[in-house]
């Protein structure tokens, strides 16, 4: 959807300053796509309550209970980078209704033939895993509509009210799941869990077309490759991604597992489930209120603090006998799982710039998918343990995780600002066209010998920088008779890619890129650009038609950076 420029009416907030938790709520189409959130997630736990059950109930197997989350959310791990991909190249509504409309019409399927008792186990999986395919189509959509919906000081605030709108059906939804079950309307509870689809439909057709957020129209393969090489080149995010993915194997047992302890540990019915379910809601809700008041308490050890208790917590849950030690472990644990991925969530969005985003949420999502693998293993150890102790020992393991978290430098979300452009930022005229594929940019440096050091250790940032922006390939190479004559060569596709490259600026890039240009001691540096040529493929254009457009004179002076500040002076 394409929703009008936002004033921003504060700057974003800073160490122990606070903005309200509910302030994202004053924005009218925020507030819309919210209340339409609540409905379709008070659906999906009522899903997440009754098909886990209802595998219990058909096979009493904790392998195949498990891998019915397995189901749900392994097309995460195969979907969610092209469905990233795509959110970045498409109208980001289309995309969004097309994955609820995938969803509602398997869970649609799996509560008619539960209706009629002709479910299988094997049908139940099957149908878990198409409602899995619509979500991994929808939810990098879904994710990235929070920065177009708000002003950029509101994002973490809105971040949490989705997470907000997640566990308030996570409270309620699950107690109502298992009364359904318990009442014998299992067929019953996916129904209402297809029609809650209609909420999310209703209201994205009511909004406009989406303007695309990155206008360079690659291949699939190609705009994920740019995508992950973002992330490589780029720490902080690299690193947020490495603890998502560790925290997503290590503690999804015990959501996939719950089951399988309420009935075999704890001697429980299926509103007994329900209702634990719920408690880990309930916990889960309390964090999406105080997380802002968390924040700037804890600080820097948000992070940390949220893995190492949820681990903490997960140990007592499984190692616990009776069912209200393990409902208050269980309190614990929500309120650490929503105050962990909340704090990734968030900061990872708003390290990510527009151009990229929808990417970069995909490779969030995606660790995150890494849940079904967690449930699966979990699943095997609770073979062989039993389920409590399953638990137990894989919680054991978040606690590591949140030890080690503790040692890293991260980013802290409530300092963090969107990469943008430097405000003198302009864009020099440039051929809209240019022939021929690949593109190598050249841009030679006559430098100082007392300045190779210093010069080196820029180069080697700049290099991350061309990697992040779009490059597949760079080197640096020195004259051979005049050894601090130094040429930068990097490769992009094609032309339209290049031009993209500028388009991608941001404040990071450009100082490099200054700091760069000043070691130059000639009329320079000097860029230049080559397009190939092909004369080997039969097939390929007419020599005629693949010339090179000449415009070394527009990056003379610049170092093919389109900016153009005071030559520095200093050495």
């Known amino acids: 959807m394409r929703v009008p420029p936002l004033p921003d009416p504060a700057p974003p907030p800073r ?22 959130m609540v409905v379709s997630n008070l659906g999906t736990f009522l899903q997440l309550t009754a098909a886990p059950w209802l595998m219990n109930e058909l096979t009493g197997s904790p392998l195949l209970v498990s891998l019915v989350t397995t189901a749900l959310t392994l097309p995460r791990l195969l979907l969610t980078v092209p469905a990233g991909v795509l959110t970045d190249a498409v109208d980001r ?44 189509f929808a939810l990098p959509a879904a994710q ?59 209201v994205m057709l009511t909004f406009p077309r989406q303007a695309v957020e990155d206008p360079a129209r690659q291949r699939m393969w190609r705009s994920a490759a740019l995508g992950m090489r973002y992330v490589r080149f780029t720490r902080p995010i690299r690193v947020l991604l490495a603890i998502t993915a560790v925290f997503a194997l290590t503690t999804a047992a015990v959501q996939a597992l719950l089951p399988n302890v309420a009935s075999d540990d704890l001697g429980l019915g299926a509103g ?37 208790t949820f681990g903490v917590a997960g140990v007592v849950f499984g190692l616990t006998p009776g069912p209200v030690g393990s409902g208050i472990a269980l309190a614990v644990a929500g309120v650490a799982w929503v105050w962990t991925l909340t704090t990734l969530n968030a900061s990872i969005q708003i390290l990510a710039p527009r151009w990229v985003r929808g990417r970069v949420v995909s490779l969030y999502l995606l660790a995150i998918g890494l849940q079904p693998v967690g449930a699966f293993v979990g699943g095997l150890v609770a073979e062989l343990t039993g389920s409590g102790l399953a638990v137990a020992i894989l919680s054991a393991f978040t606690v590591a995780l949140g030890l080690v978290t503790f040692r890293l430098e991260l980013p802290v979300l409530g300092e963090l600002e969107e990469p943008h452009a430097p405000e003198d930022w302009h864009m020099r005229p440039h051929a809209s066209e240019v022939a021929g ?24 940032e700049l290099r991350r920088q061309r ?10 190479f020195r004259d051979a008779d005049q050894p601090t004559r130094i040429t930068e060569l990097f490769e992009v596709h094609d032309w339209a890619e290049h031009l993209a490259q500028h388009q991608r600026m941001d404040e990071e890039a450009a100082a490099v890129l200054a700091r760069a240009r000043a070691f130059d001691r000639d009329d320079g540096p000097v860029t230049r650009h080559l397009a190939g040529l092909d004369i080997v493929d039969p097939h390929a254009d ?30």
């Open 15 to 36: 160490g122990s300053e606070r903005v309200p938790t509910f302030a994202p709520l004053g924005v009218r189409e925020y507030r819309r796509v919210w209340t339409a």
């Open 272 to 308: 007994g489930f329900g209702l634990l379910y719920g408690v880990f809601g309930a916990g889960a809700l309390t964090a999406a209120l105080t997380r802002e008041r968390a924040r700037t308490r804890l600080g820097a050890a948000m992070l940390p603090a949220s893995v190492l």
């Open 144 to 202: 990235t509509l929070v920065p177009d919906l708000v002003p950029a000081g509101l994002r973490a605030q809105a971040i949490t009210l989705n997470s907000a709108a997640f566990n308030i059906a996570r409270a309620v939804g699950p107690a109502i799941g298992g009364a359904l079950v318990a009442a014998g309307l299992t067929a019953g509870a996916f129904g209402l869990n297809a029609a809650s689809y209609l909420g999310i439909v209703g």
């Open 93 to 136: 509504r289309t995309l969004l209704i097309a994955g609820q409309v995938v969803s509602a019409t398997a869970v649609a399927v799996m509560a008619v033939t539960t209706m009629l008792d002709v479910i299988t186990p094997t049908a139940l999986l099957a149908l878990s895993f198409a409602l899995g395919v619509g979500n991994a």
């Open 542 to 571: 007419p020599i005629e038609t693949q010339l090179l457009t000449v415009h070394e004179e527009l990056h003379r002076t610049d170092g093919s950076v389109p900016l153009a500040p005071e030559r520095a002076t200093g050495r």
């Open 467 to 476: 990697y992040r922006t779009g490059a597949h390939r760079w080197s640096l």
């Open 437 to 460: 594929t690949p593109i190598l940019v050249a841009t030679t440096w006559v430098i100082d010998r007392d300045d190779i050091a210093p010069f080196m250790d820029v180069m080697r």
